[in-house]
């Protein structure tokens, strides 16, 4: 399933169908390797996103913040 992306992460440079493929260079294969990730970090820290959008890859740095 897909999830719209909160109003924080649009204004950290995010859009949704956003595709993220690494996180702080290390490669996402599977939705539950994003999942252990993003876990491994607190909220406030930074991480650099890898996300392909429109067939271009680039990398987005964002401020993690906590779950809603």
Request: proline fraction near 1%.
């Amino acid at each position: 399933t897909s999830r719209g992306l909160g109003d924080v992460y649009k204004r950290q440079g995010l859009l949704d169908g956003d595709v993220i493929t690494a996180i702080d260079g290390d490669v996402i294969a599977e939705s539950t390797e994003l999942v252990v990730s993003i876990r491994s970090n607190a909220p406030g820290d930074s991480v650099e996103l890898t996300i392909l959008r429109d067939g271009r890859t680039q990398d987005v740095t964002v401020t993690l913040t906590a779950a809603e």
